[in-house]
């Protein structure tokens, strides 16, 4: 069984910038999750998304935005970029949605640079 | 709001010998999950053990096992005979129907040799 996927596993951008972070749930798995690791922070919740829609989101900016198609897969867009949202972007799925106990699966991550 | 506080920043434990994690949380509800995550550094988040608020009976998985005191909301974790490949990020997390997973700030583990 495959596992979360996420691309690109770097990215570089200049203050201002867009940037667009992808995932890919494990099949069968219809909530997606995304979460903000800053250096030397823990996880900060940034959004949920089931079955194609977004259920909840953190305290961030509505620059942070996304969406996920009917595959289930998921992307992450973050508009006007900003050096502290230089981070670790980590995206979760799980067989059912949050508050029902269920694990969430991790990909590896997209650690985002921004200059 | 549910808080999620892990004291520890850094922990180290020598091979083969046991260490614990301490997690406390802050809720009101009476039903909720617990988890304890692992980081390494390969980045990628794995679920070390799961804790259901309405069992009494701690969770074990192995060489991980919890101590979960629901009234004075702690939920430690204990590793025995630790191994070099434990060595990674603790993350203690809650959850509750209706809210989403919230993290603790995490605890470096070090096995030494």
């Known amino acids: 069984e495959a596992g979360v996927t996420q691309s690109p596993t770097h990215l570089i951008k200049t203050r201002g910038q867009q940037a667009t972070l992808r995932c890919s749930p494990i099949s069968g798995h219809t909530s997606v999750y995304w979460y903000q690791q800053a250096l030397g922070l823990g996880l900060q919740f940034l959004l949920w998304?089931?079955?194609?829609?977004e259920r909840n989101r953190g305290n961030f900016p509505p620059r942070f935005s996304g969406r996920q198609f009917p595959n289930y897969s998921s992307e992450l867009n973050v508009n006007a970029l900003e050096l502290e949202d230089s981070a670790l972007y980590l995206c979760?799925?799980?067989?059912w949605g949050t508050g029902e106990g269920s694990p969430l699966h991790f990909g590896n991550g997209t650690r985002l640079t921004v200059t | 709001a549910q808080t999620v506080t892990q004291s520890q920043p850094e922990m180290s434990v020598q091979e083969a010998e046991t260490v614990t994690l301490s997690c406390t949380y802050d809720?009101?509800?009476?039903?909720?999950?617990l988890f304890w995550y692992k980081q390494p550094p390969s980045r990628q988040m794995i679920l070390v053990i799961r804790?259901?608020?309405?069992?009494?009976q701690n969770a074990t998985e192995n060489r991980f096992s919890v101590n979960f005191q629901k009234a004075a909301k702690s939920f430690s974790l204990k590793i025995s005979d630790s191994q070099l490949g434990d060595a990674a990020m603790y993350f203690c997390?809650?959850?509750?129907?209706?809210?989403?997973?919230?993290f603790g700030e995490g605890t470096q583990l070090t096995v030494n040799p």
């Open positions: 804790q259901e608020a309405y069992k009494q």
């Open positions: 998304y089931d079955e194609g829609e």
């Open positions: 979760a799925s799980s067989f």
């Open positions: 997390a809650y959850e509750t129907s209706g809210s989403r997973l919230t």
């Open positions: 809720t009101s509800e009476s039903d909720y999950y």
